[in-house]
């Protein structure tokens, strides 16, 4: 069932976000409950967003619709009273359906329970209406195509379109940003309909794990990302590859992002001039991608943020986002993951001082790698010793208490374990609900920094206030202005 509705979700019209909840009540009608005759009138009219299967029409990989005016259509078939080709009791029936907090639901034969948005519809119009993001989805008929071609491509687990559509989301130009924006409103359209799904299955949502032919496969009901932060040296690129090609053999395809604030300033990158993982790059059913050779550490990681969403819209399992424990970088990271994982050398003491305590603090769970040959006793004593500090921790999810695992990824041994304990996390936070509120949590700050981060540029741009900040800077440096002082000026200006 999954794998159906997966699939009619790949196939979905992009629907925007002010029609969606009507859209999507309709596009999840009960087949069981949805009789032929009352679906007879919609099929009539695509546009309605509900096809004769009770699903969302498959126009997503064939045309794009111009993004205002398929909201502004959709929502009125959607929430109109007077649709000329309904009849009184079936507009009764359908506007009954729409207000019932929670239904029956199947993408096949088996009825599931949909928790339907808490908002009553009244409430959702006029909060739509007070926010609307239209206009920033206009498009040149040129940028129109171009966003076209990527977002096909991308659902389309085209590599290549997937590459160009993370190289735009980390463009600066501004007119690449609005295509860039549009790309990521489509496809997070897609992701929130599978989203959507998930949610509806409740504490069914978990992972499974199949034994077929001598070989286990693992299926999970959405990507699971994972944060990898340690040491230098710790082992990050040679656990990727071995922990990458262990997943892709258990079916899943796997993505590699990379956050390394220190490519900022030095033009290297984590990932670009390394030659190691390399038979993860070259499988199929993986994607590495160096990090960006520029930018701040804030664009660095909100260009990450957004890669993450276009490989899942790419149809990634598992995405896995690789830092340098260094600066803030685990912190961003550990903000744009479900799981964050710190992984460490054998041996405690003189090593773990290397690692910041906060880091610690930010793991979900903990690898102790290069358990192998003459480095593992040393290896058995610094899983020992994390399980002690960790203990001491305040665990950061109800649901879960960091684990610790032991591995060799040279050997690759211990990594059947290790995932073993990644899905028990995965499947307690989906059991838990708290999978999904973290994600819209971490959404949630993410337009906040995209808010501030984007007053910042636009306060050092403004004319009166560039002018003078060198003067300023240099005043606050040399102690003749109090800071407070100097920073009510430069805002006084910002008008
Ligand atoms: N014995 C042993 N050596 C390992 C293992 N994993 C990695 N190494 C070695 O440790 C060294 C560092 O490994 P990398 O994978 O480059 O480590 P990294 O954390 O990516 O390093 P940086 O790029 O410096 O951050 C290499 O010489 C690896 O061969 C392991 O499981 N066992």
Redesign the pocket.
């Given at each position: 069932m999954l794998l159906a509705s997966s699939k009619l979700a790949c196939a979905a019209t992009p629907l925007l976000r002010a029609q969606r909840t009507a859209s999507t009540r309709l596009a999840l009608l009960t087949a069981s409950s949805w009789t032929r005759a009352q679906a007879a009138p919609l099929q009539n009219d695509q546009r309605r967003g509900v096809s004769s299967s009770g699903t969302r029409p498959c126009l997503g990989l064939g045309s794009l619709p111009s993004a205002p005016s398929t909201r502004a259509g959709l929502h009125q078939h959607a929430t109109s009273s007077s649709t000329p080709s309904m009849s009184a009791t079936e507009r009764e029936e359908c506007s009954a359906r729409l207000s019932v907090p929670t239904r029956s639901v199947s993408t096949q034969s088996t009825p599931v329970t949909v928790q339907a948005p808490v908002q009553p519809q009244a409430a959702k119009k006029t909060e739509n209406d007070a926010f609307n993001v239209d206009h920033l989805l206009h498009l040149k008929e040129a940028d129109q195509a171009w966003l076209q071609k990527l977002y096909d491509g991308i659902l389309q687990q085209d590599r290549s379109a997937l590459a160009r559509g993370i190289t735009l989301v980390e463009s600066w130009r501004r007119d690449h940003r609005r295509v860039a924006q549009n790309l990521l409103d489509r496809i997070l359209d897609v992701l929130h309909d599978r989203w959507s799904h998930v949610q509806s299955l409740g504490s069914r949502a978990v992972s499974t794990v199949t034994l077929k032919n001598n070989q286990t496969t693992t299926t999970l009901p959405t990507p699971f990302r994972i944060g990898l932060s340690?040491p230098?040296?710790?082992?990050?690129?040679?656990?990727i590859e071995t922990f990458g090609m262990f997943l892709v053999n258990q079916g899943l395809r796997v993505a590699v992002l990379a956050v390394d604030p220190s490519s900022s300033v030095s033009g290297g990158s984590?990932l670009g001039d390394k030659t190691?993982m390399t038979e993860l790059s070259r499988n199929d059913a993986a994607y590495v991608r160096p990090s960006p050779s520029r930018g701040s550490l804030g664009g660095v990681t909100r260009n990450t943020s957004d890669a993450i969403v276009l490989c899942e819209g790419s149809g990634y399992d598992v995405i896995i986002i690789e830092t340098?424990g260094v600066g803030q970088s685990e912190t961003a990271v550990a903000d744009m993951v479900d799981l964050f994982t710190l992984?460490v050398p054998p041996g405690g003491g003189d090593e773990l001082q290397g690692i910041k305590k906060g880091i610690v603090e930010l793991a979900d769970f903990v690898i102790v790698?290069?358990?192998?040959?003459d480095?593992l006793p040393a290896a058995r004593k610094a899983k020992s010793e994390y399980t002690s500090a960790m203990k001491l921790l305040r665990p950061r999810t109800a649901s879960w208490t960091p684990e610790i695992a032991m591995?060799?990824?040279?050997?690759s041994t211990g990594l059947a374990d290790a995932w073993k304990l990644m899905l028990q996390f995965y499947d307690s936070q989906m059991k838990g609900g708290e999978f999904f509120l973290k994600r819209s949590q971490q959404r949630k700050r993410l337009m906040w920094k995209h808010v501030s981060d984007g007053i910042l540029e636009r306060f050092q741009a403004h004319p009166e206030v560039s002018r003078v900040i060198a003067g300023a800077e240099q005043q606050v440096m040399q102690g003749l202005v109090a800071p407070g002082l100097a920073a009510d000026e430069l805002l006084d200006r910002f008008r």
């Open positions: 340690g230098p040296g710790a082992g990050k690129s040679t656990f984590i190691r340098v992984i790698n290069k358990a192998d040959g480095l591995l060799s990824s040279l050997d």
